[in-house]
Structures are given as structure tokens and as C-alpha cells.
């Protein structure tokens, strides 16, 4: 007879399962709910990519992206970020941004249009979550450099939340959830990798390199397109680049006023072209009074004529205007500069109190001298032009009233104003109207109140620069300048992008400044002159 072990035999039901194994979590009922749920999501998703039009398919890629998301944030720690990549991006992004023109795009059939530039700015981005994701000295150091300038990155954060909350209580949801998408990727994404990029020493002068070499190149298609007297491109795009919308066809169409050809280059409308011209002249100024090689001053003496004659070919305003002020903004700065670090000079005061006794006499000037006062208020030629923004203004209060705090959405404002142009176009004019309309009050006052913020510390910056890096904060400083008096008779923002990689500029100077405060390294690096002999 045998013996009870004490042991019960396993019941039916289980299976046996093997070390290093598990059961399923899901029954095959489950696993069958989950398949039947999948292809009816499937479903779902492809009916309403087949219905929607296409400016809205972009939308349906988002859950592309979380999926994307999820796997760079599961992705190991590796402490090897490709920053040397996204280096690469970030200066190749700023090429094409200048350089290529917009509406030069691939166009697959039901697809949104591949832009070069936006190629460049997504690679980069994803270097950037990717190094996030695998680095935790990635992480330690955007934190360092982002602290340099807390207060600007609150006004930041409060100005994507405004936009956020515009974008809620807008008309049109799908445009503006569009236009949103497009801000934070060509403004708020590429500020962040241009503070990472350039809070590295050498490479702000590097950049500043670029933009004088990007400018030039703009200045000789200027001469070369003038000569044409139309894009130089329009009948020698690719079939493959050329994009079937109206819109964009007739970006190629020659520009002309009073029967003279206006210069448009690779942006959109002559406006823009000269407004980014104007923005490089601090640069080449900055080289002039401080750079080292008196035979690179004097290539770059004329580069700034060369320059200067690009902007005259366009016949903006906003151009001309850019001239003036950004050479009289970085004179004042720099005469600032000359009195606190020579003291004992007379030069420098004298310079800078001169300043409102100039501005006095230019005020004086624009009342009696017709010819300037029609470079800066326009003649006969701007006259509708110039009636158009005075007609904007009156329809702009009651239209402001009905959406005071947070506005119509992103890129929203003309839809609003609904203020149409000869050519029956919508138009506004004027980024004191555009910005309150997209983004309402609230949105207005982080929106202009962060770049503000970012003048006075560039110009805190300047002043006290004794690095010769460091010293690049003044022409940063001055772009800012001019680009909020730009926005009184310009609306588009072409080169908004722009703006935001020199406000993570300074952030990027403000950082290494900082750093050489905290670890005594200033007598390692080149050391800017107190400032420049009034001869240079």
C-alpha cells in the first residue's frame, strides 16, 4: 500500500510552465478584443485622413509623434547624446531658413508639404530628445543654462500658455492648432537647441559668422535679381519642388512700384527680405569697431554697402528705417560702452548726450525735409499702403473688444480684422495689431514684454563685456531693437524664427558669462577691447 505524500496534485485546469516563462496577461478572448479594437482604430483613423482637407491631415500625425515620443523616452542611458549632431542641424536649419525659399517644397500626393528647412529643424529636435533621454549630463546642463536667465524663461512659459489658450477659444480650431504647432516648433523648439548649441565658447562668433556670409549672399542675388528683374528661380524650379497652390505660385511673380522692381530674394515679399538685411547690419558693425584684422574691416565695410544697397533695392520702408536705427542703436550702445570703460575720456559722454539733441533735430527734420519724411512716412507711391494701416487701426478696436484677453489664435489676426487690400486680399500691416488679435492682451504683454526683457539684458551684457565672445550680446542686442520698432509696420513674421535663436543667443552669453564668473576662467579666453579707437 502506498503512502500519502501530503502533496495535492495540481488541478486540471493549470498548465505546466516553464522557468523563464509567464503566462499571458490577456486570455485569448482578451487578445482577440484588442485586435478587432486595433482595426477599428485603424479604420477610424484612415476615414477621417480621407475626408479631411489637407491642411488639416497634419493633425492626424500626432499620434505618430507620442508613439515616437514613448520609444525615445524608453530608450536607455547611454551618457553618449548626439550633440555634435544636433549641432549640425542647428546651423544647417539656419541656412535654410535664409537661403531656401519656403515655397520651394516636396509635395507627395496627400502629404503635407516637406519643407527643406523644416527637415533640418525636426532632425534636430529629435537629436535633442534623443540626448534628453540618454544623458543625464545633458539634462544637468540645459538646466545650468536655463538658469541663467530664469525671469526669461517665466515670460516664456507665460507666452505658450497664452498661446495655448488662444488657440481654445479660436474660430477656426484647426488653422490655429496648426499655426501653434508651427510657432513652437520654428520659435520655442529652436530657442532651446540654439542655448544648447551656442553656450558652447567659439561658437556664438561662429554663428555670427554665418549670418554676415548668409547676408552677403542674399545681397548678390539682390543685385543679380534686380538685374533680371524677376526670381531668378521662377522658371527653373524642379518638377519634383514645385507646389501645386496658387498662394505660393504667385510668390514667383515680379514685384514692382511705380514701375521700378522690388527686390524679394528667397522671402516671401519684399518687407521681409529687407527687414532680415537690415537685422545682419549690427554684425558687420560690431567687426568694424572691435574685429582684429583691419584687412577683414575693410572687406567688411563694403559688405555692409553691399548690404545697405540690397535693402534700397527693395523699397521698404521698414528697411530704410532698419539702416537708421540700427546704426544709431549700436553708436548709442557703443558710446555707452566708450564712457564707462574710458573714463577720462570726453568722447564718450559727449557722444551719448549728443543722442537726444540728434534725435530733436531728426523729429525737426521729418516735419520740414519732405524727402525724409517720405522714407519714413512714405509719398505718393505708399499712399495706399499707408491709408490701408490707418484703416486697420480704426477697425481694430471693436473687432479686439469681442476677444480681449487671449485673442483669435495663432496667425489668426487678418482672418479677425477681415481688412482686405486693392487686390482683395486679406492684410494686416501693423504686429501691434496682429499680436493683441492672435494672442489677446494677456498674450500681447508676455509676447512683447519677453523681448523687451531681452534688450535691456543684452545691452547689460554689452556694457560689460570683456570677453570678445561675450561682447557679440551688443549687435544681438540691436537686432532686438530694431525688431520691435519693426513691428509697428510689419506684421509678418518671416523672420520671427530668427528673432528667437538671438534671444537664445544672449541666453547662450549670459550662460558663459556666468560660468567664467564662477570658475575664474576669464584670463584663459580673448579678451574683448574696453572699446574700439574711434579711427576704426
Known sequence: MKKRTGKRPAPATESA??????????????RRRLLIGFVLLNFIFGFFFSVLPDHSKAMMTIPLFVMAALIIWLLPETGRPPTNFLAKMFFCYFVALILWPYYLAIQLPGAPLIEIRRTFLFLGILAMLISVSVSTKFIREMKEIVGAEPAFFKILLGLVIAQTLSVVGANDVSSAFSAYLRIQLACTAALFITIYVLSKPGRVMYFANMIRIVAVVLAIIAVLEYENQGILWAHHIPSFLQVDDPAMVNLLDSAFRAGDYRVVGTFSVPLCYAEFMALTLPFFLHYMLFGEKRSYKIILLICDALVINAILLTQARVGIVGIMVTHGIYGFIWSIRFWRTHKDSLFGPALALSYPVGLTVFGLAMLFVGRLRGIWLGGATEGASTLGRYAQADAFPPVFIQKPLFGYGPSQGAK?????????????????????????????????????????????????????????????????????????????????????????????????QKKMAATNSGQDRILMPAAAPVAA
Open 416 to 512: 479677425a480684422l477681415n481688412f482686405r487690400n486693392p487686390a482683395g486680399e486679406l492684410s494686416i500691416d501693423s504686429g501691434l495689431l496682429n499680436i493683441p488679435l492672435c494672442y489677446g492682451a494677456v498674450g500681447a504683454v508676455f509676447y512683447f514684454g519677453m523681448f523687451i526683457f531681452m534688450l535691456i539684458m543684452g545691452m547689460r551684457l554689452a556694457f560689460d563685456a570683456r570677453d570678445r565672445e561675450i561682447g557679440y550680446a551688443m549687435p544681438a542686442a540691436v537686432t532686438i531693437a530694431f525688431w520691435l520698432v519693426s513691428r509697428i509696420v510689419l506684421a509678418q513674421e518671416d523672420n520671427a524664427s530668427f528673432m528667437y535663436m538671438m534671444m537664445g543667443t544672449l541666453v547662450a552669453l549670459s550662460y558663459q
Open 17 to 30: 510552465v516553464l522557468a523563464r516563462y509567464h503566462r499571458p496577461a490577456l486570455s485569448p478572448k482578451g
